[in-house]
């Protein structure tokens, strides 16, 4: 090492034993030593294992879409997710009362819509970290008597992103001070033109409380996922999403998953990050025990050895032998990443240190 270091110096380089440098400066010095440099392949494993087939287009079959709110704070994101659970309450089954899971499935004349809890910007930013995406379309939520704010702007941000459909909910609509004009004019600074204006984006005046607009809304949901041609191949093994999970006294690990493509089944051996087991149960968003879960249905399941991260991908595999390996797999190659890390920043430390 000290001859690699003295070698740096008569270039003009000063760095330290445990430093990083760039191939070519590695490659140049290696050759002054007789020896050829070849890059290192990184290979992302993980990334490897999760990598997706393509699917024939015949075994794809339409499937409900999957819809978030997003909003700034007070505008109405919780109470318009409660108009809308509420309002649905008749179209579900009788006894039915809804569990809290992190997402619910609601019916129109039996067509569905899933629903996450999850504020969008939330969820999009542990999906993204893997590069998933858990939403089709983002209810922008906008208070009429308040106009854009902040928040909203940043909730614009991250739907464009993640590149999701934006319907506007204009919502307060019951209140004296309501201006639903001004909420049209601000968002058109932000390429969110309404319909009647010669754009193309959904606005839907709705009041939470009256509960005026409900049923509108959930209309163009529905509409717009149409256009969208949401499908999704039911006849394979299942993979989706962890929504949330936590660890449950009596129940050990319980993840709520929302199932994205292939149809989930009790018994099923799935692997989720560093987690695996085999589906002991499912429960549904009413609080029903299920057998299986369809594209686009949101499960609690139980029967994991441990509590995965939200916005993890989750997969079935063929074995539990299959889903051990691939929880394995996942366990070492984050113990590297984070060896990586830590020598990324101890050589970053030595750099500041001169
Ligand atoms: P969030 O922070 O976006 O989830 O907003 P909330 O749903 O908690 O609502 C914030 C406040 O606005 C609460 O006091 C609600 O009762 C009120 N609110 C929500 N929707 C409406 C509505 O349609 N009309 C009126 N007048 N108040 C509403
Ligand atoms: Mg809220």
Known sequence: PSAIVKKLFMKG?????NQEVDFE???????EFNFICEPEEKIDVIAELLKEDE????????RPPVVCVMGHVDHGKTSLLDAIRSTRVTDREAGGITQ??????????????????????????AMRMRGANSTDIAILVVAADDGVMPQTIEAINHAKAAGVEIIVAVNKIDKPSANIEKVKQELSEYELIPE?????????????HTKEGIDNLLEMILLTAEVMELKANPNRNARGLVIEAQLDKGRGAV????????????????????????????????????KKATPSTPVEILGLNSVPAAGETFVV???????KSFADTYISEEKNRLIEDTKAKMSLDDLFSQ
């Open 196 to 208: 009647d204006w010669g754009g193309s984006t959904i606005f839907c005046p709705v009041s939470a």
């Open 255 to 290: 993840a709520t998953v929302l199932v994205q493509k292939g149809t989930l089944h009790v018994g099923d051996s799935i692997a989720c990050g560093s987690s695996y087991g085999k589906v002991r149960a499912m429960i549904d968003d009413k609080g029903q025990r299920v």
């Open 100 to 125: 809290h899971i992190g997402a619910s499935v609601v019916s129109i004349n039996g067509q569905k819509i899933t629903f996450l809890d999850t504020p969008g910007h939330e969820a999009f930013t």
């Open 13 to 17: 380089e000063m760095v330290t034993v």
């Open 317 to 323: 595999c063929d074995s539990d032998k299959e889903a």
């Open 55 to 62: 699917e024939d287009p015949k075994n794809l079959v339409p």
């Open 25 to 31: 400066t590695a490659e140049e010095i290696a050759l």
